[in-house]
Nanobody
């Protein structure tokens, strides 16, 4: 059974940093496309960052230069390093992959105060 478990969210002041983790079981993060999404209150869920099996990355324009997606194959975990956080980054952040259908984690709340 594939499972994704996010952690690392919290409350941070604008300009601060957080690192989110997505621990995977049932799959290898190195063999799957891994994505981070976020959903702010009253808004649609949006794609934030992608890492392919080959290690290529892609980012939403709103986070380019501030967020970095990475993975640790030994820990079978994907990370999202978030720097220079802004209040508009406040959202629930989700990790997602695909195995016979979309697999989502439970999400972790990130709140950025101004």
């Amino acid at each position: 059974q594939v499972q994704l478990v996010e952690s690392g969210g919290g409350l941070v002041q604008a300009g601060g940093s957080l690192r989110l983790s997505c621990a995977a079981s049932g799959i290898l993060v190195s063999n799957n496309v891994m994505r981070w999404y976020r959903q702010a209150p009253g808004k649609q869920r949006e794609l934030v960052a992608t890492m392919t099996e080959g290690g290529r990355t892609n980012y939403a324009d709103s986070v380019k230069g501030r967020f970095t997606i990475s993975r640790d194959n030994t820990e079978n975990t994907v990370y999202l390093q978030m720097n220079s956080l802004k209040p508009e980054d406040t959202a629930v952040y989700y990790c997602k992959t695909y195995r016979n259908g979309d697999i989502w984690g439970q999400g972790t709340q990130v709140t950025v105060s101004s």
